[in-house]
């Protein structure tokens, strides 16, 4: 599986107000921790390695991180 970077719902808009709606109203630290929850849902239900890897350093690159991180 290739990771998808098109949007895959039908409303993307409402996706993503969902998603900033689940954090109204916490802190920084409850935020953080839904965000750190959700990806790890998510990355559960595409369950896929190679996806993954190349979602996190997409991801990175999006957050303006360069360095990857390294393998243990």
Request: aromatic share 2%.
């Amino acid at each position: 599986m290739a990771l998808s970077t098109r949007s895959n719902f039908a409303k993307p808009d409402d996706a993503f107000r969902l998603v900033v709606e689940a954090h109204r109203g916490l802190s920084d630290e409850a935020s953080s921790a839904l965000d750190a929850a959700l990806v790890l849902v998510l990355a559960n239900h595409v369950g896929d390695i190679e996806v993954l890897r190349e979602a996190i350093a997409l991801a990175r690159r999006g957050a303006g991180i360069d360095a990857a991180p390294q393998a243990t």
